[in-house]
């Protein structure tokens, strides 16, 4: 999936000639890179209010980080799969998915009802996340924590920091491998683990050469188009395992979980963890509805 980082150049209105000058294929062609296009005028913004340099320094000293990869490897040894649940308020292809929104309470109900490690949306204008629910989280509980956002600059990789993450989530479709690559290093000196997200074989291939990724993720949703498969890991898996296997990397299947046979699905596939959100977030004890969930 080829996305691109900046619309091209508006179309503009010539007065003299009365007409609108219009480039071509000037709209986001989907959801991902529509959000990708706000984040550009977003980060600029905050770039402006607190330059990188105050996130810098704010960052030195800070308490040391929970392992994020060490947890769900721990995990998966004992029993596999290792549960990353996600705090969410909404989604562009659903709305609000919970309106009862409490990120607190339900970071706590996952935590007591077994769940491995806390992904947090932090995102707010198409998901109604924020960073001061990753900074509240990261008071209330004692599990490592996700920062779920559409990172593509490191003054982001700071933020996440900043608030109380203990790991980082990196897109492949939104960014080069020289960025991947850099992303992690950051992350690294940061003490942040980083989840690097794909949704297809291309991108999975492009990131298995990707200096320093201990942690892949298989989304099974087309971004494109919305649709969910899980048939996008076992593929992927099927394909790769073995070199998976040689690089000692841990893979979690994201989207499109919502039963015990839907996990069972992509563990046998050889997902040793998976990524949970809308399924549990919409119960009305989030937390309780984990070990169903897992079969357990």
């Keep these: 999936m080829k996305i691109r980082r900046r619309p091209p150049n508006p179309s503009i209105s010539v007065a003299s000639l009365q007409y609108q000058i219009k480039v071509p294929d000037s709209e986001p062609r989907n959801i991902l890179e529509k959000i990708v296009w706000h984040k550009e005028t977003e980060v600029a913004r905050m770039r402006e209010a607190i330059p990188l340099q105050k996130l810098q320094q704010q960052a030195q000293n800070l308490p040391a980080t ?67 629910y990753l900074a509240q989280i990261r008071g209330a509980v004692d599990l490592p924590l996700l920062c779920k956002e559409f990172i593509i600059y490191p003054y982001q990789i700071y933020q996440a920091r900043l608030a109380g993450a203990d790991a980082i989530l990196l897109i492949a479709a939104i960014l080069s491998d020289k960025d991947l690559t850099y992303f992690v290093k950051i992350a690294k000196v940061l003490g942040l683990d980083a989840l690097v997200e794909t949704h297809t074989a291309e991108e999975f291939e492009r990131v298995l050469k990707v200096s320093g990724v201990e942690l892949i993720g298989i989304n099974n949703r087309n971004l494109e188009d919305f649709s969910v498969s899980l048939g996008t890991t076992e593929q992927i898996m099927a394909a790769y395992g073995e070199q998976l296997e040689q690089q000692n990397l841990l893979v979690v299947s994201e989207s499109g979980l919502h039963t015990a046979a839907d996990v069972k699905t992509v563990v046998s596939a050889g997902a040793k963890a998976i990524l949970v959100g809308e399924s549990l977030v919409k119960q009305p004890d989030p937390g309780k509805a984990i070990a169903p969930l897992l079969g357990r």
């Design 66 to 132: 929970k392992g994020f990869i060490k947890a769900l490897r721990q995990q998966a040894e004992k029993q596999a799969p290792a549960i990353i649940t996600e705090v969410k308020k909404a989604s562009p292809s659903k709305g609000v998915i919970r309106a009862d929104f409490d990120p607190v309470e339900i970071a706590r109900s996952y935590e007591d009802g077994g769940a491995t490690c806390l992904s947090v949306l932090t995102d707010s204008e198409f998901f109604q996340g924020s960073f001061d």
